[in-house]
């Protein structure tokens, strides 16, 4: 049994060796194939704070500068942020009972943040986000894809397990920085898509160096060799590097992404090398 919390106010959480209580199962979600999205590619980190939205908006766009047809659907249910990086915000319509996405920089883009006010919060448990996954694949006119990028929220939670258990995830990149404390958390994100049979097809290492503005030495403001170290753990690669420019920071809060406002910065070429190896991996179009 559970004792009783300090100060007699209700009771303390179980203990690990207590039985939980028996309740049934319902079975899991089989995952429906959608042709039409082309190669779905998950975009996690193991933490907040790491730029994963940033190289999420930013390979999309790549993507389709080099030709391909993109998608880009905003899985972080809990805190939008693709509308104000890709500088599209309005309530989608729907014709023929089928949300019909935005467009942005020659990207086809679906996000919760265009179905709800800016200020509202998401106090929402697993069956809602999973609902809200579904219908992003399911009830949104895509058209034909080559490429359909999910930003996920940080961590290993509903709507990473939601996307897997929808679709089939052709493959997951995992954002990290050097720093120690991000790279453990994204170790843990990469173990988490293995256990699920969805590929790693590799590591990002976002805000590895900043460049001095006159001289272009590197400096790693956050440390050094984080993303290296987690795929050598891993055995996958580490198919970019992204120094810090604050261009980046500026594109994401007016809807620029840096491939698009500064093609010739390092971090965009980082960035679109990024995409083109992902596009190599997959055989896409």
């Known amino acids: 049994m559970s004792e009783k919390a300090p100060g007699g106010g209700g009771r303390a959480l179980p203990v690990m ?23 779905v590619i998950a975009i996690s980190s193991g933490k907040g704070g790491v730029g994963k939205s940033t190289v999420a908006t930013n390979i999309a766009v790549a993507l389709a500068k080099s030709g391909a047809r993109v998608g ?28 019909v996405p935005l467009e942005a920089h020659g990207v086809k883009v679906i996000s919760l943040g265009f179905l709800i006010e800016r200020d509202q919060p998401a106090i929402w448990r697993g069956p809602i986000v999973m609902k809200i996954v579904n219908q992003f694949l399911r009830d949104v006119a895509w058209g034909q894809l080559d490429f359909f990028i999910v930003d996920l929220p940080p961590g290993t939670g509903d709507a990473q397990l939601s996307l897997v258990q929808a679709t089939h995830v052709r493959g997951a990149i995992i954002v990290t920085t050097p720093q120690e404390v991000a790279v453990g958390d994204a170790l843990r994100g990469a173990k988490m898509f293995q256990r699920v049979n969805v590929p790693v097809l590799g590591i990002v290492e976002n805000m590895s160096w900043l460049e001095c503005v006159h001289c272009g030495k590197p400096t790693p403001l956050f440390g050094s060799g984080g993303g290296e170290r987690l795929a050598k753990e891993l055995g996958i690669p580490l198919i970019g590097q992204v120094p810090i420019n604050p261009r980046i920071v500026e594109g994401a809060d007016r809807g620029e992404p840096i491939v698009v406002g500064d093609p010739q910065s390092s971090a965009a070429k980082a960035l679109s090398a990024i995409a083109e190896r992902i596009r190599a991996e997959t055989g896409g179009a």
């Open 17 to 39: 060796n207590e039985a939980p209580a028996r309740r049934p199962v319902p079975p899991p979600q089989q995952p429906v194939a959608y042709p039409e999205l082309g190669h």
């Open 72 to 99: 880009l659907m905003d899985g972080d249910i809990y805190g939008p942020n693709i509308p104000r990086m890709m500088g599209v915000n309005a309530p989608p319509p729907v014709v023929n009972e089928k949300i």
